[in-house]
């Protein structure tokens, strides 16, 4: 089992920036892939932002250039830095992990509870 706990979200006016963190306990040693998921109401959770544990990286085309995934493997923790925010980005923020080294979801993987992330205009 891993447990994961978000934090950093909040209310931001556009063109602002927020810093997610992601803390992971458990069984870390099986996580292979780590990423940061959003949805809102109505659509399908998306990928923004996933790492690997061998430092391979993917960023979805809508936040690239102002997003960026980072890890800190000292403290189990996973970043999302949110630079240049949009009103588009407001969801609840998930953060994933993942028994296989894939940025795919619904198999061997565990959610965190959300954080609210709001953008207004």
């Known amino acids: 089992q891993v447990q994961l706990v978000e934090s950093g979200g909040g209310l931001v006016q556009a063109g602002g920036s927020l810093r997610l963190s992601c803390v992971a306990s458990?069984?870390?040693?099986?996580?292979?892939?780590m990423g940061w998921y959003r949805q809102v109401p109505g659509k399908q959770r998306e990928l923004v932002a996933g790492?690997?544990?061998?430092?391979?990286?993917n960023t979805a085309d809508s936040v690239k250039g102002r997003f960026t995934i980072s890890r800190d493997n000292a403290k189990n923790t996973v970043y999302l830095q949110m630079n240049s925010l949009k009103p588009e980005d407001t969801a609840v923020y998930y953060c994933?992990?993942?028994?296989?080294?894939?940025?795919?979801?619904?198999?061997?993987?565990?959610w965190g509870q959300g954080t609210q992330v709001t953008v207004s205009s």
């Open positions: 790492i690997t544990s061998d430092e391979l990286t």
């Open positions: 994933n992990a993942n028994l296989r080294p894939v940025f795919a979801i619904g198999f061997r993987d565990y």
């Open positions: 458990g069984s870390v040693f099986r996580v292979k892939a």
